[in-house]
């Protein structure tokens, strides 16, 4: 089974993730970030996974991640904003057939978030769920993952493969 998992990460939770992600599906599965998902990657997968990080209680746009640079003096490390946003690589998305599923990476009680806006432009161009969205939490606006998260994430992956084959 071709599987790629694509993510959009600021500081590195939503990396993290994915590629455990990739590792629950197994071997085949690749985690690429959307500068290296292309479309040679994509095309002829079975399943293909996208995630976020939930900035201003959904998926970011290209405003808000153009904001963050200046204002973020208590994160950790500046956001990676080197990489096209899951929005922009979600709307260049090549019409398909295969199985989909979404993610995120959250502080507990966001009221909003990104699956909902990966899971329609999915369905946009015809990808079929997989499963139902998944959220992964982070412990402060920056991380780390709450403990355990990586865990459910590669089981996660698994209950993927095993529904897409």
């Given amino acids: 089974m071709k599987a790629v998992v694509v993510y959009e990460s600021l500081w590195g939770n939503t990396a993290a993730v994915a590629h455990a992600i990739a590792e629950g599906i197994g071997p085949e599965a690749r985690a690429l970030s959307t500068s290296e998902a292309t479309r040679?990657?994509?095309?002829?997968?079975?399943l293909i996974v996208a995630g976020a990080p939930v900035l201003g209680f959904g998926l970011p746009t290209e405003g808000m991640r153009n904001n963050l640079g200046p204002h973020e003096k208590k994160?950790?490390?500046?956001?990676?904003?080197?990489?096209?946003?899951l929005r922009s690589w979600l709307q260049k998305l090549p019409v398909g057939s295969a199985h989909a599923a979404s993610f995120e990476t959250r502080i507990w009680w966001s009221p909003g978030g990104a699956t909902k806006t990966i899971?329609?432009?999915f369905a946009r161009t015809g990808y079929r769920p997989a499963a139902k969205r998944e959220r992964f939490v982070v412990t402060g606006t920056y991380g780390p993952l709450r403990e355990g998260e990586l865990?459910?994430?590669r089981a996660w992956g698994a209950r993927l493969a095993r529904a897409v084959q």
């Fill in 40 to 46: 040679d990657q994509v095309v002829g997968a079975d």
């Fill in 75 to 85: 994160a950790p490390s500046p956001p990676d904003l080197s990489k096209p946003s």
């Fill in 119 to 121: 899971d329609r432009e």
């Fill in 151 to 153: 865990d459910r994430a």
